[in-house]
């Protein structure tokens, strides 16, 4: 003891090496949770590193809108001048011709005619036209002959659009990804009837995590009730037949449901044999968007019944023997007492489940056909195939914040800590 | 089954009921797992039962399509490579989810909450999303259609899945025991490996295992990330499914489908046997 009591009755409190107890109390916790942070540290680096980042410098693609502003800044400057009435001045078109003549020669005019013609098409063929037809002039102006040479020089909106698209910094993806576009003249209108698409696709893709998660809660509410009322023995091997699929690979339960679904397939077969549909009748229950839902609907069902089980298991019955003593009906009983207890885990189980699916993308890509595609296989196409990658990168910042916000009302809900695996 | 006597008519029909519609909802998660094992040993290349199978008839039945796979290169070196990123990205993800689970779960960790949110994401962030970020970011800096850049990402992938096992094998951990043992003198590592480590082994295993089977399974990273000579099983079953379908997609499907068992059945008893451990359940 270094503090005594009778001389120094109002001083701190002093720990062993004669430090007050307070700060060395303060120490002791703060170096517990230096060491805390330096175990959590690399995890936390390795997932901002590898994962966070990437996601965010692809997020960043949707507004950048480098080509144009890279290629033609002399143009551009000269456009600023510009007040958008009557034509562009004889030295903007003659900055465009040195321009893209030069875009040319560095294999960039390729990309500058994309950019253009994602936003108006014709774009495409009317810049690389223009390209050869003034490598053969050898001096200008240059006004005069792209004008006679092609009449859309002439129209104020060519010019409207190389200039909105030089901007370095555009939202145009996301109003594509809106089904919007900018009108010749500035202002924001839809597209046309026939290429309003996301929105649809949007939607679909709402609609159809809605269903598999109504669905998968009608399939998995009487099951889990089963298996948190059963004695342990039967419930634990009932629990590995919701747990198994849950460990099959996701392109395994899909390639079944392609072998039980086809037109030639097992359930079609059975329906021929058992007589409910003759040979002509055989029901396409594949490549459209009852096959999307069948098959999400079985791949998506255990993490519905997991959750739910978890919350059945710890009701106690005596809650409904009170019920039922007090007078009320099974079904009262059930639907009064029982079914509010089970909120938690309905909540977590839908949450959960329609956040996987808004997400999906190998099971509607290989059984969806065209009516079953969701929102994910159009950021794969965008991405793989039309090359459009700034438009797959609005596309999915818009998917990425609906399912940030479900997973942020999850964690509220929930609690992320009470996720559980198996 | 024997009901209490004030059970009427009523009550036993929505009991049968309630079963059968149980069973339907089981028949329905299981069937189409156990439908590809008979269909995989179909000696025509159909995807059906043929009339001789029906009849059991032994000439229906071969295994010509895992002779397929044995005998196909193509699939031998996408095994090869399935195995080898799987088992790397296990261990990275093991060891960094473990650790970061330890200091978890201690209640001196400051913003837990967000941490964990940080943590848990690659498991929440829809995969075309991920895979498309990583794409470029993993091209920009060399890696992509390399081995170390698609290790790195089923690592990160499969990473939440250790940190939720092993936090959950961590609650209700009894911090005396560590205390004790300092007490008693042994270092921190010492404590860690003696005390600690043989405690939550099961949830390590585990969820190692979650991230096994998760790379294993993994396709859209790597249909986006991988070249030709990274192909893995799960990214040529896609390619069998959408261009060549034949009966090979089927043997594959069944030998993975064992995989799986293999993998449930050794979770299950770990589950089981930690929770004995620590006291939590009788059986």
Redo the contacts between chains.
Sequence with gaps: MTVDAGTAPTGPILAADGTPLKVSLRKA?RV??L??????????I???I??????????F?SVENPVVARNLPITLAELENWNGKGLPSEVAFAALAKELVLARDNKEMGKVASRLNFETSGMRSLITKSVRKIRKLKQGPYKEALLKFDKRWALQETWLTIKRIGQAYTAVQYLAALDMKTQPDGSIGMQPEDRQIYGLIFGRTFWISLLVTVFCLI??Y??SY?LATLP?RYSNL?M??????F??????????????L?R???IN?IMVWVGIVNEAGRIQMIYNQMGTLIAMT?IL??FMILPLYSVMKTISPTYMRAARSLGAT?ATAFIRVYMPQTGPGVGAGCLLVF?LS?????TPA?VGGQSGTMI?NF??YH??SSLN?SL??AL?TI??AA?LML?WLY?KIVG??N???? | MAFPPYVGPIGKAWHYGFLIFCGLVFLFLIAPILVIIPLSFNAEPYFTFTEGMLAFEPAAYSTRWYEDIVNNPQWMFSAGNSVIVAVFATILASVLGTVAALGLSQSHMPYRPAIMAVLISPMIVPLIISAAGMYFFYSKIGLAQTMPGLILAHAVLGTPFVVITVTATLVGFDHSLTRASQNLGAGPTRTFFKIQMPLILPGVISGGLFAFITSFDEVVVVFFLAGFEQRTIPRQMWAGIREQISPTILAVATILVCISILLLTTVELLRRRSERLRGMSPG
């Excluded at chain 1, 392109?251 to 039980?260: A, G, M, P």
């Design positions: 916790l517990r949770r060491r805390a942070i330096a175990l959590v540290l690399p995890l936390f390795f997932v901002l590898t994962f966070i980042f990437p996601i965010v410098d692809m997020l693609r399939l998995a009487p099951v089963l342990l009932l590995v037949m919701v747990l198994l699929p460990w099959t690979s996701l392109l395994v339960r899909t390639t079944s449901w392609i072998v039980l086809q030639n397939g097992v077969d079985q069902l255990p099974p956040i808004i997400g999906y993308y190998i290989l994910s950021i794969a991405m793989k990658w797959a990168a999915g998917l990425l399912v997973y964690n992320i800590d996720m559980k695996l198996g």
